[in-house]
Nanobody
């Protein structure tokens, strides 16, 4: 399995930017793709975006398209989430996830809090 550690969360004003990092260790050679999810208070966890490990294909939920960008550094086994033009609706705990096939997400990080003030 893969161990994931997120970092980079914090407090930012509306309209600002933040970059999250997710460092992977363990059996990273078997990673098919990695993703970012988020969970706001009182809401279910939702998919934010993902990136395939080999080809770097990216996918995003509609509400973050054009504002958020996922990238990766294979040499560092790290995935990034660049968040721009942030709004209070982006406030959530952000989780990194990984999977070995195009199926269930089977590795999760501990999450990092992101708060956007209005």
């Amino acid at each position: 399995q893969v161990q994931l550690v997120e970092s980079g969360g914090g407090l930012v004003q509306a309209g600002g930017s933040l970059r999250l990092s997710c460092s992977a260790s363990g059996r990273t050679s078997s990673t098919y793709s990695m993703a970012w999810f988020r969970q706001a208070p009182g809401k279910e966890r939702e998919f934010v975006g993902s990136i395939t490990w080999n080809f770097g294909s990216t996918y995003y939920r509609d509400s973050v398209k054009g504002r958020f960008t996922i990238s990766k550094d294979n040499a560092k086994n790290t995935v990034y989430l660049q968040m721009n033009s942030m709004t209070p609706e982006d406030t959530a705990v952000y989780y990194c996830a990984a999977r070995r096939t195009n199926s269930n997400w089977d590795s999760w990080g501990q999450g990092t809090q992101v708060t956007v003030s209005s």
